[in-house]
Nanobody, 124 residues
């Protein structure tokens, strides 16, 4: 069982930066691939980024590639999403998710545990 709590969301201007954090409980955290998803009003939840169990592999949605960076600290049971050059279209609730495998693909149903989400709003 893994419990996830996101933090770090907020209001930022276009071009600004935010760093999201996801705190995970559970002694087996280091076995899980971790992902970030987002959901804008009226839209489906979409994949943002994923990182493998040891941090050695990452994958990003085309829409955030080159602007967002996912990382993890297994010693602290933490996952991060550094978001730079933010755009209004990045506005969404951002969710942290854990997959019970060392690597996971992009569909949301590949993930077993989800956090409650943190709101990110980018003003134009």
């Amino acid at each position: 069982q893994v419990q996830l709590v996101e933090s770090g969301g907020g209001l930022v201007q276009t071009g600004g930066s935010l760093r999201l954090s996801c705190a995970a409980s559970g002694r087996t955290f280091s076995r899980y691939a971790m992902g970030w998803f987002r959901q804008a009003p009226g839209k489906e939840r979409e994949f943002v980024a994923v990182i493998s169990w040891n941090g050695g592999r990452t994958y990003y949605a085309d829409s955030v590639k080159g602007r967002f960076t996912i990382s993890r600290d297994n010693a602290k049971n933490m996952v991060y999403l550094q978001m730079n050059s933010l755009k209004p279209e990045d506005t969404a609730v951002y969710y942290c998710a854990a997959a019970g495998t060392g690597w996971a693909s992009t569909p949301a149903n590949a993930y077993d545990y989800w956090g409650q989400g943190t709101q990110v709003t980018v003003s134009s």
